[in-house]
T-cell receptor
């Protein structure tokens, strides 16, 4: 079974500062994908960034980057130059490929960016 | 190119009634996934369907819940004899297939089900 753990229920950061959200997971799969999704108050699920487990290079998407440590099964999200629009719930997700692309989500971290 | 469309956005039912949630996948997508989000929790996988087939329903409660994805029309998640514990946000996602080139899944905006 796959489990995803986000140990920080709530975090806050000053506008323009950097914040890191942590995520750990447990799996016996070798090929999988990891994602961070953002859920603002509108409750839409918005893809922030994704990482293929077979790639050693950490994914980067503008102000968002990840620190992927496969051996430690850790997948943290770093948000640089935080903006007020970054205020949202952030969910870490694991996806396996068999039998289909099902996601397994963590319980989320509520991030508040303080002006 | 419209995204994943879910309706209704909000649905209110009394205990014992039936709830029907609809999901139209993105154009060209033949794989549909349903997830449930209870208050203060992450999304939990319920069921994975392809056209006319249920591929994996390991996350679906054994009773009262059913899902279909007919050859024509949207995917339907049906909850019979609803109870208060069914109150949640139900999200649908779609993808064109499986495998490295066919993800990530695209999510709809969800249906918020409230049971009185």
């Amino acid at each position: 079974a796959q489990t995803v753990t986000q140990s920080q229920p709530e975090m806050s950061v000053q506008e323009a500062e950097t914040v890191t959200l942590s995520c750990t997971y447990d799996t016996s799969e070798n090929n999988y994908y990891l994602f961070w999704y953002k859920q603002p108050p509108s409750r839409q699920m918005i893809l922030v960034i994704r990482q293929e487990a077979y790639k050693q290079q950490n994914a980067t998407e503008n102000r968002f980057s990840v620190n992927f440590q496969k051996a430690a099964k850790s997948f943290s999200l770093k948000i640089s130059d935080s903006q007020l629009g970054d205020t949202a719930m952030y969910f870490c997700a694991f996806m396996k490929q068999v039998p289909g692309n099902q996601f397994y989500f963590g319980t989320g971290t509520s991030l508040t960016v303080i002006p | 190119n419209a995204g994943v469309m879910q309706n209704p956005r909000h649905l209110v039912r009394r205990r014992g009634q039936e709830a029907r949630l609809r999901c139209s996948p993105m154009k060209g997508h033949s794989h549909v996934y349903w997830y449930r989000q209870l208050p203060e929790e992450g999304l939990k996988f319920m069921v994975y369907l392809q056209k006319e087939n249920i591929i994996d329903e390991s996350g679906m409660p054994k009773e009262r819940f059913s899902a279909e994805f007919p050859k024509e029309g949207p995917s339907i998640l049906r909850i019979q004899q609803v109870v208060r514990g069914d109150s949640a946000a139900y999200f649908c996602a779609s993808s064109p297939g499986i495998g490295p080139s066919n993800q990530p899944q695209h999510f709809g905006d969800g249906t918020r089900l409230s049971i009185l």
